[in-house]
């Protein structure tokens, strides 16, 4: 992911809040030829020392048939985007995107069972408890959990290299800049006027 300075981050907090909030992101491989499969992902953050993220995928799948311990993957992480029209400009200019991305590259290492369980149980946590009759792991039973297990691949992904990117029209002179948030928090699409919020906040750093 090419970052020009103005847009570079080292807060990790943003990382966390971008993963967080857009976990179902791009897992990434090239070991015999390029991979991509969207899968849920998780920050395992228990030991701040050691920070990694968890997910899973079929085993049906290839990429799951050719990753090893050790191998080098891409997890990417796509957050808050929107359409940057030029006519909110007071100037002839380009129109542009807008957009938060974190990308991890980070090395595999293959969870045993009771990793899987766990990541599982978590995972499910994490949907479930906002459900009106939530379905957690434990009411599934044991056996039929693992019945299901033998179906998927999970693995922990220990990150080499951090990138967070938030291109937020920081190049803007204020004019540009506040009038930018105005047309994107009269948008009818979510992700615009996330992204008008978080261009405030960025503006308050």
Same mark, same amino acid.
């Given at each position: 992911?090419?970052?020009? +300075?103005?847009?570079?981050?080292?807060?990790?907090?943003?990382?966390?809040?971008?993963?967080?909030?857009?976990?179902?992101?791009?897992?990434?491989?090239?070991?015999?030829?390029?991979?991509?499969?969207?899968?849920?992902?998780?920050?395992?953050?228990?030991?701040?020392?050691?920070?990694?993220?968890?997910?899973?995928?079929?085993?049906?799948?290839?990429?799951?048939?050719?990753?090893? $311990?050790? $191998?080098?993957?891409?997890?990417?992480?796509?957050?808050?985007?929107?359409?940057?029209?030029?006519?909110?400009?007071?100037?002839?200019?380009?129109?542009?995107?807008?957009?938060?991305?974190?990308?991890?590259?980070? +090395?595999?290492?293959?969870?045993?069972? $009771?990793?899987?369980?766990?990541?599982?149980? +978590?995972?499910?946590? +994490?949907?479930?408890?906002?459900?009106?009759?939530?379905?957690?792991?434990?009411?599934?039973?044991?056996?039929?959990?693992?019945?299901?297990?033998?179906?998927?691949?999970?693995?922990?992904?220990?990150?080499?290299?951090?990138?967070?990117?938030?291109?937020?029209?920081?190049?803007?002179?204020?004019?540009?800049?506040?009038?930018?948030?105005?047309?994107?928090?009269?948008?009818?699409?979510?992700?615009?006027?996330?992204?008008?919020?978080?261009?405030?906040?960025?503006?308050?750093?």
């Amino acid at each position: 992911m090419f970052i020009p +300075k103005l847009y570079r981050s080292e807060d990790m907090d943003v990382m966390r809040e971008i993963i967080r909030e857009n976990s179902f992101a791009l897992l990434i491989s090239s070991v015999d030829k390029i991979r991509a499969t969207h899968s849920m992902m998780m920050l395992n953050e228990n030991d701040p020392e050691n920070v990694y993220i968890e997910t899973h995928i079929s085993r049906a799948n290839p990429q799951a048939r050719t990753l090893k $311990d050790g $191998d080098e993957v891409l997890c990417d992480f796509l957050g808050s985007h929107a359409y940057i029209s030029s006519s909110w400009y007071d100037h002839i200019n380009v129109s542009t995107w807008n957009y938060e991305a974190v990308q991890i590259y980070g +090395k595999v290492e293959l969870m045993n069972h $009771d990793e899987l369980y766990a990541h599982l149980e +978590k995972l499910t946590s +994490k949907y479930e408890n906002f459900q009106q009759c939530p379905m957690m792991v434990k009411d599934m039973g044991k056996e039929f959990v693992e019945k299901e297990m033998k179906r998927a691949f999970g693995m922990k992904i220990i990150p080499t290299e951090i990138f967070i990117k938030q291109k937020l029209s920081q190049n803007r002179k204020e004019n540009d800049f506040q009038n930018i948030i105005l047309h994107l928090e009269e948008s009818a699409d979510d992700n615009a006027r996330k992204v008008a919020e978080k261009m405030k906040l960025i503006k308050k750093k």
